[in-house]
């Protein structure tokens, strides 16, 4: 049984498009992308969907008076698409409580920093100041909390001397493009599950920061700590 799957995307939707080409195009991935929702008109997204062949569909957050009635409507886009997990990728607007319970176990997120440090925005700007060493991203769950779900896997990416916030932002989107693929992957091959009382993948309980990996001649290599 194919595993389908719907994007909320924002923005150029560049984790998108990873996602269309190492999963949805992919024939060896039991996974179809069955629809893109945004909120912004002009967003790149809609444009690499429609390439795709996938449904489009904006909801301009513009239009609505408040946050309920937005998502009343994005819920309604959502559940007619009929998915089984909702990928939030660049999506930029915070979901109510309500919104995240009403898809909830099965909605992930890919969030630039190295879970549970620097949740939030102007992730790669507070990592330079901190004077961290390493950075990376994470693929979490989501819940209520904003940045605070089960955290799934993450990509370990080196600070480099001279780094400014644009230059360790691209080397950590790089990354991204091959996690958060990969997560998808093992919830389609039924690897990974994404149960109310936590995941599990291959059968186990993962630890705070999930199974953990670095880039290594262009994919993904596993870390010892995994």
Same mark, same amino acid.
């Given at each position: ?10 923005? $150029? ?18 996974? /179809? ?7 912004? @008109?002009?967003? *790149? ?16 957050r ?15 886009? =959502?559940?007619?698409?009929? !998915?089984? =997990?909702?990928?939030? !990728? ?17 909605? +992930? ?12 925005l102007d992730?790669?700007? $507070?990592?330079l !100041? ?10 979490? *769950?989501?819940? @209520? ?8 896997? *993450? ?29 998808v992957?093992? +919830? ?5 599950? =994404?149960?109310?009382?936590? @995941? ?8 705070l ?6 880039v290594?001649?262009?994919?993904? /290599? @596993? =870390?010892?700590?995994?």
């Amino acid at each position: 049984m194919s595993l389908t799957f719907a994007v909320l995307a924002s923005g $150029r939707g560049s984790n998108l498009e990873a996602l269309v080409e190492g999963v949805h195009r992919r024939p060896d991935v039991a996974a /179809e992308l069955v629809g893109v929702v945004s909120d912004r @008109p002009g967003a *790149q997204a809609l444009a690499i969907a429609r390439a795709a062949g996938v449904s489009a569909a904006c909801i301009d957050r513009k239009r609505f008076e408040d946050r309920d009635a937005f998502e009343a409507v994005l819920a309604a886009t =959502l559940e007619g698409l009929g !998915a089984d =997990l909702l990928v939030l !990728a660049g999506f930029m607007r915070v979901l109510s409580a309500a919104f995240v319970r009403r898809f909830a176990p099965a909605v +992930i997120n890919i969030h630039p920093s190295l879970l549970p440090d620097f949740p939030g925005l102007d992730t790669h700007a $507070r990592v330079l !100041a901190r004077g961290d060493a390493e950075s990376g991203a994470s693929v979490h *769950q989501v819940t @209520p909390e904003v940045d605070g779900g089960p955290v799934l896997a *993450q990509v370990v990416v080196p600070v480099h001397a001279g780094d400014d916030p644009e230059r360790l932002a691209a080397r950590v989107l790089a990354a991204e493009h091959r996690l958060y693929p990969e997560v998808v992957r093992w +919830i389609a091959a039924g690897r990974l599950v =994404l149960g109310d009382d936590g @995941p599990r993948l291959d059968g186990r309980t993962l630890p705070l920061r999930g199974r953990r990996f670095r880039v290594s001649d262009d994919a993904l /290599e @596993p =870390l010892c700590a995994s």
